[in-house]
């Protein structure tokens, strides 16, 4: 069953906290993104990986930081330098930058 | 700046009726022009994606528009059915970004019964 996976769903943490999201993908793309979704507002995008080992601040990168060790796997930290890290955050993957990407279910953070 | 406004914020019709969803971008050059449709707490999944040549698109019950000379595009839903109702979202290729996505802030379509 390909796709996109993005665990939890749901996330509680303390202001103060690191958190860490979790993305897999198992549809051999080669580029990964991180969205954040708050609402009225588009998507915007945090962090984008062209290939393993490699990643590109995106919009909005200040407060976040990520690692792409495997092809597979696109982990998001969200740290307490993040001012404002409540909101939803969903991940994406597309064969190449420019082609059509393919999301994940998204995870809810609320920070408290 | 690169934008892309959607209208309008928010809509609801009843069963069975049409409508048209609206999107106004500025991004110049644009490699191409996506619609997705995303359920409440879901990821967005693409409806129908045009370049700067097609004129229209479509997908079932789903067609959109695209007119690049004024820099607009709707997408039309036809019979709507109760399992429409969702966010609506107009993303624009930006060619000059490296064919970086511009969202759209999406239309929140409800359909009643």
């Known amino acids: 069953d390909g796709g996109i996976t993005q665990s939890p769903k749901y996330l509680f943490r303390k202001e103060g906290q690191n958190v860490t999201l979790s993305c897999e993908q198992n549809?051999?793309?080669?580029?990964m993104y991180w969205y954040r979704q708050d609402p009225g507002q588009g998507l915007r995008l945090i962090y984008y990986?062209?290939?393993?080992?490699?990643?590109q601040k995106g919009d909005i990168a200040e407060g976040y930081s990520v690692s792409r060790e495997k092809k597979e796997s696109f982990p998001l930290t969200v740290t307490s330098a993040q001012k404002n890290p409540t909101a939803f955050y969903l991940c994406?993957?597309?064969?190449?930058?420019?082609?059509?990407?393919?999301f994940g279910p998204g995870t809810r953070l609320t920070v408290t | 700046k690169n934008q892309v406004e959607q209208s309008p914020q928010s809509l609801i019709i009843l069963e069975g009726k049409n409508c048209t969803l609206q999107?106004?971008?500025?991004?110049?050059?644009?490699?191409?022009l996506r619609w997705y449709k995303q359920d409440t707490g879901r990821g967005p999944v693409s409806l129908t994606i045009?370049?700067?040549?097609?004129n229209t698109k479509s997908n079932g019950r789903y067609t959109a528009t695209l007119d690049a000379d004024t820099k607009q595009s709707s997408l039309h839903i036809t019979a709507s059915q109760l399992s429409d109702s969702a966010s609506y979202i107009c993303?624009?290729?930006?060619?000059?970004?490296?064919?970086?996505?511009?969202f759209g802030a999406g239309t929140i379509l409800r359909v009643k019964s």
């Open positions: 994406a993957s597309s064969m190449g930058v420019g082609v059509e990407q393919y």
């Open positions: 549809l051999n793309h080669d580029a």
């Open positions: 990986s062209q290939i393993v080992n490699d990643f």
């Open positions: 999107c106004n971008y500025t991004v110049s050059p644009f490699s191409n």
């Open positions: 045009m370049t700067f040549s097609e």
């Open positions: 993303v624009v290729s930006a060619r000059e970004y490296g064919n970086k996505l511009v």
